[in-house]
């Protein structure tokens, strides 16, 4: 029987490279929030140990859920860091962030006690750890992907200055699909399908021509991700996808709305009158 160690060095799983990277950006001060961490795991005592090995490192905020809650969990808490387990049946499906319809986050470190599991997830991870865990090992991993998300941080308040600063940027990538999950399926939802959003709560209604879905997410979030020239939110409530909208009512007095083209009507805030015209104009 081959040892723990063994295994790893056979399958090449620890991407030496980067645990070996002396990453010189750790230290300025462009982690001003703290990382958020998901901790992804199906066996209890398993993410007993790893949450408190996260939350006893400094700058760093945890969330543990089980491994049925990947999906509405990443989508709800926008983790800069998730830990999750290699039989997690969503990520085990898919294999990809972009299968899920997800936007990879920073930095992904995936677990399992079977070596051969974890060769699948190499292109989407800073570093594969064979169970049981080692807390040595664990440890470096983590300061892989500690490095990792300093560094995209840092990468990202350098575009926002040159972008500030009017130099040319790339063009930025808005979501194109959400993962929603549906009892034990996980429904694709392509974003231009959707007519309306519709904010309860912690969840939003995605609202179709033949179908909607509940998310679990803030309208909030989900709005920063969204193309703002498809997009538009029409009331604290309510974000309207405009390729489905037939017409807005905008009367001196009395109530607003805008009309979809299957008929519903939502309700506009008179308040946002002149900031309804201006964003229209801008987008004709």
Not at 159 to 171: C, F, I, Q, T, V
Request: glycine share 4%; proline share 6%.
């Amino acid at each position: 029987m081959a040892t723990p160690e063994e295994l790893r060095n056979h399958y090449d799983l620890r991407p030496v490279a980067e645990v070996l990277e002396v990453e010189a950006r750790a230290s300025v001060d462009v982690q001003v929030a703290p990382i958020r961490v998901l901790v992804v795991e199906p066996d209890a005592g398993s993410r007993r140990l790893i949450c408190s090995l996260v939350e006893g490192e400094p700058g760093m905020t945890v969330e543990c859920v089980g491994d049925s809650q990947l999906v509405s969990s990443v989508q709800e808490y926008a983790p800069d860091l998730v830990i999750l387990d290699g039989h997690t049946p969503a990520i085990r499906r898919g294999k990809t962030w972009d299968a899920l319809g997800i936007k990879s986050p920073p930095a992904t470190i995936v677990t399992a006690y079977d070596p051969a599991v974890l060769a699948a997830f190499a292109s989407i991870a800073v570093d594969l750890l064979v169970k049981p865990l080692d807390v040595e090992r664990f440890e470096s991993a983590r300061g892989v992907a500690r490095s990792r998300i300093v560094r995209a941080r840092s990468e990202m308040e350098t575009s926002n200055r040159l972008s500030e600063h009017g130099d040319a940027m790339p063009r930025r990538q808005f979501l194109r699909r959400l993962a929603v999950e549906a009892g034990e399926k996980i429904v694709l939802v392509r974003v231009e399908d959707i007519q309306w959003m519709q904010s309860l709560g912690k969840h939003i209604r995605l609202h179709m021509r033949e179908a909607s879905h509940l998310l679990r997410q803030s309208l909030k979030n989900l709005q920063a991700s969204l193309d703002p020239k498809q997009f538009l939110r029409v009331h604290r409530n309510a974000i309207v996808n405009l390729d489905h909208v037939a017409e807005f009512y905008l009367p001196p007095s009395g109530n607003m709305f805008v009309k979809l083209n299957d008929g519903v009507s939502l309700p506009l805030r008179r308040a946002n009158r002149a900031m309804l015209r201006k964003r229209l104009k801008d987008m004709s």
